[in-house]
């Protein structure tokens, strides 16, 4: 896979001319357009209103701060709006889970499941969709918490040295291992499976750092 300027990945097939150029990356086309979309929504109204109204100055800076107070509304208000129900059923699981897990990253991973789930359409699709074809809400937020905390502590950076985790990894490896016991008590996966991942993490701990 290459990359444009960006970073984004772009599928292979594609020339280096059009690699090169930052407008050809489909993920940098929609960057833009979204940040030209919301440009137009700040500003275009306010605009207007004193082009087509031709009022004062003063009246027309009230409402450009009426409108964007509307749209700040709109947007801390987002998940009433936006998210369908099993995604707010979800966050509100999630949110309930500091009580089962009590430690202090777990904040710092409810966050990233948080943004997993809720940041694209695209994953807040397929999450109602898992949901609608019989996956349980905790199934698929401990499953997420599994692979984050795993992919945190595989990453090297919460190592004092080689083989030995800081406290941030400690803590990272006890809400690794208590969604996999949840996992395995609501019986969404067996007790086997369970110590063999523990396993195959505590052997990229080894190796890591």
């Not at 407008?23 to 109204?45: D, H, N, S, T």
């Not at 889970?97 to 990253?105: Q, S, T």
């Not at 996999?180 to 110590?195: G, P, Q, R, S, Y």
Request: contains cysteine; hydrophobic residues 40%.
């Amino acid at each position: 896979m290459s990359t444009c300027r960006q970073g984004h990945f772009i599928k292979d097939g594609k020339s280096s001319l059009e690699r090169a150029y930052f407008w050809r990356c489909q993920e940098c086309k929609k960057e833009k357009m979204l940040i030209i979309f919301f440009a137009c929504i700040l500003f275009v109204p306010p605009i207007s209103f004193l082009i087509i109204f031709d009022i004062s100055e003063r009246y027309n800076m009230i409402i450009a701060f009426a409108w964007w107070f509307l749209l700040w509304i709109l947007y801390y208000n987002r998940a009433q709006i936006l998210y369908s129900k099993e995604v707010k059923l979800g966050l509100t699981i999630l949110d309930d889970m500091d009580i089962e897990f009590k430690n202090p990253e777990f904040r710092f991973v409810k966050n990233l499941v948080k943004e997993n789930i809720s940041t694209s359409r695209k994953n807040r699709k397929y999450f109602s969709k898992r949901i609608k074809g019989g996956t349980s809400q905790q199934e698929l937020l401990l499953t997420g918490i599994v692979n984050f905390t795993g992919d945190l502590i595989e990453s090297g950076n919460n190592h004092i040295y080689r083989g030995v985790l800081d406290p941030t990894g400690d803590n990272l490896l006890k809400i690794h291992n208590i969604a996999l016991a949840k996992l395995v008590e609501l019986k969404i996966t067996t007790k086997a499976d369970a110590e063999c991942i523990q396993q195959e993490l505590l052997e990229r701990i080894k190796d890591m750092g």
